[in-house]
């Protein structure tokens, strides 16, 4: 054959597949999901996650000075309450799970990104996001509770507070009242594009908190919409979001790319309990390589265009990069 072009010219070897990736990824990339429990000394199997845990906050520490090391990105804190009431009001308790832990956290690795969960449901006895009058899920005076949670993890010391409730107009009234107290510089990480997905099963079960009654299909968005995505990212933009999020990630690759190609602030993606625990089931039945799933699925998220993502695999994956490739700076 008389051939000009011959692709796998490119492919021959390890350094020259290296020398012409397009997409890379680095622990600094990832953030891990983790809940907080109360107690001391416990580290909580969680069994629809198999390999996560509910931590307590002497162990969450402990466990991020271990992910720092590793060179994680950050963290992001969820409260596993036990008191649970209509309000939600222990989501904004100063001496809270989260506010304990983030308290904790940045004085045990002051350079670590602590990020926090902002939604009612792990904290409501009904189980969603938002207060729920008279059978409905309201949306204004769930946005002020919101406030006061989101308040209260900046004063603990959070960098970034993570709205993922999908009620309209928080990320505004959120940032008004962070920059009324002074915290201009505590950033807002918005679920901006979060939809009514399966695949938040194993999530649930690690909190306990799927809803008794109803679903969330009125305020979490419905799969079949990307133009909705937009609009919702672009709201978002305007009241103040740093970064905006779709959720989950590998069912929404392309509202991940379509998002990246037409805002100008950094694109994040999470990596859902359900998309994490598919892969660790087969991987225990030996229907798939657990790393090379786990590396192939990450990859393809960055490569539709997330700067960051939110992963269960976060330790897993930063361990493997740096025996892979050695340490990030």
Not at 120 to 143: A, F, K
């Amino acid at each position: 054959m008389d051939l000009v072009s011959r692709p796998r010219r490119l492919r021959v070897s390890a350094p020259i597949r290296g020398l012409v990736r397009e997409t890379e990824i680095s622990p600094r990339q990832l953030i891990y999901p983790m809940f907080v429990t109360e107690g001391k000394s416990k580290r909580e199997k969680i069994v629809s996650m198999p390999g996560q845990f509910r931590f307590s906050v002497d162990e969450i520490v402990r466990e991020c000075e271990e992910l720092y090391a590793l060179g994680v990105g950050g963290v992001n804190l969820f409260g596993f309450s036990k008191e649970k009431n209509k309000s939600g009001s222990k989501s904004y308790d100063s001496n809270g799970l989260v506010q304990k832990a983030v308290i904790e956290i940045k004085s045990a690795i002051p350079d670590l990104c602590v990020q926090t969960d902002v939604a009612l449901d792990p904290y409501t006895s009904h189980g969603h996001d938002g207060l729920v009058i008279e059978n409905e899920i309201v949306n204004d005076e769930s946005v002020q509770v919101l406030c006061k949670m989101a308040l209260s993890h900046a004063e603990a010391g959070a960098d970034w507070v993570a709205p993922s409730d999908m009620m309209d107009g928080r990320v505004g009234e959120i940032r008004k009242t962070l920059d009324s107290n002074g915290f201009y510089n505590v950033g807002i990480l918005a679920y901006s594009a979060k939809y009514a997905s399966s695949f938040y099963g194993p999530f649930r079960g690690a909190l306990e908190s799927a809803p008794k009654n109803g679903d969330k299909k009125t305020y979490q968005m419905d799969p079949a919409n990307v133009r909705e995505a937009l609009r919702e990212i672009s709201l978002d933009i305007e009241q103040g979001a740093d970064i905006v999020m779709v959720k989950p990630a590998l069912t929404y690759l392309d509202v991940i790319s379509r998002a990246y190609q037409i805002f100008d602030v950094p694109i994040a993606a999470y990596n859902v309990s359900g998309e994490y625990s598919m892969v660790v089931a087969a991987s225990q039945k030996g229907w798939i390589d657990r790393e090379k799933a786990m590396m192939e699925m990450l990859l393809s998220i960055r490569r539709a265009g997330a700067n960051m993502i939110l992963t269960y695999f976060a330790k897993e994956a930063a361990a493997f990069l740096r025996a892979e490739y050695g340490s990030y700076s």
